[in-house]
């Protein structure tokens, strides 16, 4: 093209990014793959293409994990396990920031290889994937040297399984690999099979840091690898990002098995934008928000929801900046939107879209349109109605939702009309409003007037379908830890079976059939059925409510409507618990002889179980206002507020013993947070918790927030893990498989646990109560005069 | 779009760097127009901060894309020192702008290739003016009390009508940025307007002193002020502020001129003025003309450079292109 053509036109002209080093990286490696195991690269047994989707051609043969090489990684990581915690935080650090400098030191070639591997643009893996990837090696080499300090009496869980997608492949491997080192875990990773290049790239970068042998192992493969991984025995966590359905097959395949699992799961945005918005920021903040790596990526903002004030201004203006986007080769300097990352994916999208168009949406694309192959123009869905399919699917691809709202309290409600909860932008000028909108939308991330920003050191993850854990800060690496097992061993129930502990009273009592508890009253059992609680040697104490699953229908209703308690101030909580502990205290000899009666334990023992029952409740009155949440600092003018938000409706399956100790060391930490609880009483002695009715009657506890089921434990609880509108289920008793199997339709929290030191102060309560009573939120506040 | 209907443009006036735009005629001031503007800082440094990693251009493009800097170069020279010999050398430079060997090694020998102005004080208005004589080169005259714009109004407007008579056709004035401040958008919108009458058939440039408005909304709400009351362009600043042209207050004020041609139709013009030294500075200028305006924005009718020591980097750059080798100062005849 001649300059003095060019003058006219004054177009951009083609920009290349050399291909030439990573090309030749492919050549030296034959452009075929083993399979990292134990530090050194294994034959495959079978291979597949892994293709450059802009052009179609292949780039090389990848290994197919067999179930066979997976037992292989998992032997190899296990064994790698002694040495590696035994180097501990600071032997941990230095290999982490080995591998920060040498990506870093070849960034470029990750680079272009992520963007010949994954279609995106050489913009977005060279100023956005590489320097986060760098970023979180660095960031958590602090983590594995302040780990002794920092995370003290934790320990590494041991051989964690990863299974990454292919939307950001580099970014999501350093997302799982460098908390999980720096934990002191060892690593099985599969990546995406459409994406393996730079997991395999990184794996020669290990060695070249001299990572000690089998403590990151790489085996690539497809669906059928990943499955041997997560069903690998020898695996004690996965930590799974992908798509909610497959997110739904793990959490069924570990239900029971006691692996740790965090899942990073698909989403359905929103992107608010009020009338006192900077219009052109917005619409510049839409374009990182859904047409950053073509749309691909889980917390893309999909759905714009615009105050119809200025909804015409802002779609209008949408539009003329479509028009601007430029698509097209990946390699290209001045690409915008590459290709889509296979032709299966560009298929989906183009059905879904066809799909919305013939549901009533108005479609708009650039006049420009866009390459032919796997590339797809920006998209934008307008006049899409909350109940068409295109409002509520994952769509990912470059495709925008788009309707309308009148008023703050709508767009709150709009944001919220989704299974997912991953992430949110939400734009207005004013501070009153955005502070206030972002915590009220059920999402892990919330970005005010900016949005798809990421840092190590502030964590994200989902609500809701959008799965569980976080990735990145301190939040994340908990992720990676357990407790230290202390060295008390849950006490051994103390049952005197005389049978002079258990004589019957002297005189006939006044029958006294406990009810249920829902709703602040007592109520009647739906089946009009009771159960019978007797002492340990047999003897007819009293009678309670046999609930069933319609009451527990009425109980989660109770708790869902006294969503209140969660706005209610730490202060008014920490009362409030303070008072059920002067209310118990008051009646803590009844309390003690209702325990000795049912358990058979000495008074001794049953007075000491009411006294820690009363401590414990302080314990949480003392937390209520102090569980704070913290102000992280990445790279950027403004802040990111880490928030502690309630899960909102806890099921709560205590266990049989300590009666009245268990019970209030599950309920107690959970309404401190603001959740409500459906609790499920010891089933063998529920009489210490419904003897608590008064109690909590008595202590100003609002109605709805403490509902107490008696009844057939494992069945109840049961009921409670398929509600879906109980956010998270604690089984303290029974069997955990079908729990967290059933938690899978919906992906709810779970938390189980065996047998508890509850006596015991540093296992019995504290802050991993409260963690798991409640959620990080990290709200993006960007500032500037 | 109800509060942005266009108005079709009925008046032209004819001016003689007019290539086919009506100029402006302003609006009747609206307070809520101006009021109702902000600007996200974050976001919008967020933006610029991106742009040059999102477009670039290389080779031919980038050769192509200089020589179109070059035509938009208001050549400047705003010193106390100045005398007409000075501003002869920089006349001459201004008509042959990049060497001549290297406008033919690009094909362009005969494209007349100039700078797009030269802007000097008014005392040095006639010189340049004679100098340039038979060329189209206009000349450009820093008035109102530049750079400060706080001598007595009759004098501002006094000091235009001098200019425009000793034959400057575009006036480059400076706005009260204190008004601004003091929110007196109305006296803003006044003196403006005094100042564009005064102008007559020369065309007038708002330097509205972007570095010294405190926030980028001021920075928006001067520039719609402005245009409101006539400008044809708006000006980032002296070269005087402590902080004179940026890339956010290049983007704030595109999307300012981009906003009144939606409401009006007008299209007005754009000058980063004051520390553009650099070919990459004026082509991420350039990207972000193209990308917030369009097309059309790239021509010298609506971007300008005000500039001094740019043209050299770019002849470096030129003749790089053309000869593979790295170029230095010296080797450019100096303006």
């Avoid at chain 1, 007075?607 to 414990?616: D, F, L, P, Q």
């Amino acid at each position: 093209m001649s300059v003095a053509k060019i003058l006219e036109t004054m177009d951009y002209g083609p920009a290349p990014e050399a291909a030439g080093p990573a090309e030749a990286w492919l050549k030296q490696h034959h452009h075929k793959f083993g399979l990292f195991i134990g530090g050194a690269w294994q034959e495959a047994s079978a291979h597949f293409d892994s293709n450059n989707p802009a052009t179609g051609k292949k780039l090389a043969s990848i290994g197919e994990g067999a179930t066979a090489d997976v037992d292989a990684a998992v032997i190899a990581a296990r064994a790698a396990l002694p040495a590696w915690a035994k180097i501990g935080g600071h032997g941990r650090a230095r290999f982490l920031y080995a591998l920060a400098r040498l990506v870093q030191k070849h960034a470029r070639l990750f680079a272009v290889l992520e963007t010949m591997d994954n279609g995106k643009p050489i913009r977005e893996t060279r100023d956005i994937d590489i320097p986060l990837v760098v970023r979180h090696f660095y960031h958590h080499a602090g983590w594995a040297q302040l780990i002794d300090t920092e995370f003290a009496g934790h320990e590494p869980l041991g051989v964690v399984g990863q299974v990454i997608p292919w939307n950001f492949p580099l970014l999501m491997l350093a997302w799982k690999i460098a908390p999980a080192l720096a934990a002191g875990n060892t690593v099985v990773l599969k990546p995406a099979e459409d994406t393996s290049l730079t997991a395999l790239l990184f794996a020669e970068i290990c060695t070249e840091a001299g990572v000690p042998k089998g403590v990151v192992n790489i085996v690539t493969g497809a669906g059928e690898t990943g499955r041997a991984l997560v069903e690998h025995p020898g695996v004690d966590k996965i930590a799974f990002t992908g798509s909610t359905e497959v997110g739904r097959i793990i959490r069924t395949a570990t239900a029971g098995t006691g692996k740790k699992l965090t899942l990073e799961l698909g989403g359905k945005s929103p992107f608010i934008v009020f009338e006192d918005a900077d219009l052109d920021a917005a619409v510049e903040g839409a374009v990182d928000a859904i047409w950053f790596n073509q749309g691909q990526v889980c917390c893309a903002g999909s759905r714009l929801l615009v105050q119809e004030s200025v909804s015409e201004k802002m779609h209008a203006k949408l539009r003329a900046r479509m028009e601007n986007l430029r698509v097209g080769d990946p390699l290209d300097k001045a690409t915008d939107i590459g290709a889509i990352v296979s032709p299966k994916q560009r298929a989906q999208i183009a059905d879904l879209v066809k799909k919305g168009v013939a549901e009533g949406a108005t479609l708009f694309q650039p006049k420009a349109g866009c390459p032919d192959g796997c590339f797809y123009p920006p998209t934008l869905l307008s006049n899409v109605e909350p109940s068409a399919s295109l409002a509520q699917v994952e769509i990912f691809g470059p495709v925008l939702v788009s309707m309308t709202f009148r008023t703050p309290a709508e767009a709150v409600q709009l944001a919220n009309n989704t299974r997912y909860g991953l992430a949110a932008s939400v734009w207005s000028e004013n501070i009153n409003v955005a502070l206030d909108i972002a915590p009220r939308i059920k999402a892990g991330v919330v970005w005010v007037n900016c949005t798809n920003q990421f840092d190590a050191s502030a964590g994200f993850g989902g609500y809701r379908e959008s799965g569980f854990g976080r990735e990145g800060g301190r939040e994340g690496m908990y992720e990676y830890l357990k407790r230290k097992h202390t060295a008390v061993k849950p006490a051994k129930p103390e049952i005197i079976r005389a049978a002079k502990a258990e004589a019957a009273p002297a005189l006939a009592a006044i029958d006294r059939t406990a009810k249920l508890f829902i709703g602040g009253k007592q109520a009647r059992p739906d089946g009009g059925y009771s159960r019978q609680v007797n002492t340990p040697g047999g003897v007819l104490i009293a009678e309670v409510g046999e609930g069933n699953r319609k009451d527990i229908r009425n109980a989660v209703e109770a708790a869902a409507k006294a969503e209140s308690w969660a706005a209610t101030t730490g202060h008014a909580r920490a009362q409030i618990l303070y008072y059920c502990a002067e209310n118990l205290s008051a009646r803590a000899d009844e309390f003690a002889r209702r325990i000795r009666q049912m358990t058979g334990v000495s008074a001794a023992t049953a007075t000491k179980e009411v006294e820690a029952s009363i401590r414990r409740l302080f314990t949480y009155g003392a937390w209520a206002d102090k569980f704070d949440g913290a102000v992280h600092n990445p790279p950027l003018r403004g802040v990111v507020l880490a928030m502690h938000e309630a899960q909102g409706v806890i099921g709560i399956a205590c266990p049989d013993e300590p009666p009245l100790l268990g019970f209030i060391s599950l309920m107690a930490p959970a309404i401190a947070t603001g959740n409500r609880v459906v609790v499920i009483p010891s089933q063998m002695h529920p009489l210490a918790a419904t003897d608590f009715y008064q109690v909590l009657e008595t202590s100003d506890v609002p109605d709805g927030v403490v509902n107490i089921v008696t009844g057939p434990r494992d069945e109840l609880a049961l009921v409670l893990a398929k509600h879906g509108n109980v956010d998270a289920v604690w089984a303290f008793a029974g069997d955990a498989r079908p729990i967290e199997a059933a938690s899978a339709a919906d992906l709810k929290r779970t938390w189980t646990s065996g047998p508890v030191s509850w006596f015991d102060n540093t296992e019995g309560e504290g802050r991993h109560f409260l963690r798991h009573a409640t959620q990080v939120k990290n709200i993006w506040i960007p500032y500037g005069a | 779009m109800s509060n942005v209907q266009p108005i079709t443009p009925r008046v032209r006036e004819a001016a003689p760097s007019d290539r086919g735009h009506a100029r402006n005629p302003g609006l009747a001031f609206d307070a809520d127009a101006i009021d109702s503007l902000k600007i996200n800082r974050s976001a919008a440094e967020r933006r610029v901060a991106t742009l040059p990693g999102r477009r670039t251009v290389k080779k031919e493009w980038q050769a192509a894309w200089l020589l179109k800097a070059v035509q938009c170069i208001d050549l400047t020279t705003l010193s106390g020192d100045d005398t007409p010999g000075r501003v002869h050398r920089l006349c001459a430079k201004a008509q042959r702008p990049v060497r001549e060997d290297l406008l033919e090694a690009m094909g362009v020998g005969n494209l007349e290739i100039t700078t797009g102005a030269v802007c000097v004080y008014h005392n040095m208005v006639e010189t340049a003016v004679k100098a340039l004589e038979g060329t189209h080169i206009p000349v450009a005259a820093v008035s109102t009390g530049f750079p400060a714009g706080l001598s007595p109004l009759p004098l501002r407007i006094k000091e235009i009508e001098y200019s425009v008579a000793a034959g400057a056709k575009e006036i480059d004035i400076v706005i009260d940025r204190g008004l601004i401040l003091g929110g007196h958008y109305r006296a803003v919108y006044d003196e403006m307007k005094a100042f564009r009458e005064a102008c007559g058939p020369a065309h007038v440039k708002a330097i509205i002193g972007a570095g010294d408005l405190g926030t980028l909304t001021n920075v928006a709400k001067a520039s719609m002020a402005c245009m409101m009351a006539g400008a044809d362009f708006i000006k980032t600043s002296t070269g005087k502020e402590p902080v004179n042209a940026t890339l956010p207050f290049a983007l704030v004020m595109c999307r300012m001129i981009r906003a009144w041609h939606e409401m009006t139709g007008y299209r007005i013009g754009f000058k980063p003025a004051g520390g553009i030294s650099q070919a990459k500075d004026a082509l991420n200028y350039q990207f972000v003309m193209k990308e917030e305006l369009g097309r059309p924005w790239l021509e010298p009718d609506l971007f300008r450079l005000g500039a001094s020591s740019l043209l050299t980097d770019i002849e470096r750059q030129l003749e790089h292109f053309v000869s593979g080798r790295y170029s230095a100062a010296h080797r450019h005849p100096m303006g």
